[in-house]
């Protein structure tokens, strides 16, 4: 659809604009191929993760929340979309020497409680970085 873009675009977008900007202020037009939503992205507050549970990565993040916006007219919502989410939170680092950033730990409120996820390890350009095993 003509001005929107597929899910996972919209994160590396707000990527982008992070190693730039630092700042997760953005909404982004998705469309899935079937719902019309639009991914808002706030700031929230820095935080200095430390190791605990399964979370591995240690060191300053920018961590951004995410709510998801559905427009009228096409089907959305956590019955239409399986449980998908409509609000979460990424914290991102700087792990690496260029200018990128990644997402180190998430989480999203879904229809059955909060789903996490933490990145495990990170490999390519000469990086090979592990933070669970």
Do not use: H
Not at 67 to 89: H, I, L
Request: contains cysteine; hydrophobic residues 35%; charged residues 25%.
């Amino acid at each position: 659809m003509r001005g929107t873009v597929d899910q996972l675009t919209a994160f590396f977008v707000l990527e982008r604009q992070l190693a730039q900007r630092g700042s997760c202020a953005l909404v982004v037009p998705v469309f899935d191929g079937l719902s019309r939503y639009n991914l808002r992205f706030t700031d929230a507050q820095a935080e200095t993760l430390s190791p605990k549970g399964r979370q591995r990565f240690a060191g300053p993040t920018i961590a951004c929340n995410i709510s998801r916006e559905d427009v009228p007219g096409f089907p959305g919502g956590q019955d239409a979309n399986g449980g998908t989410y409509t609000r979460g939170k990424i914290w991102y680092a700087r792990l690496t020497g260029g200018n990128q950033m990644v997402p180190v730990r998430m989480e999203f409120d879904i229809e059955f409680g909060t789903v996490e996820g933490y990145l495990a390890e990170l490999r390519g350009r000469g990086d090979d970085l592990r933070f669970m095993g």
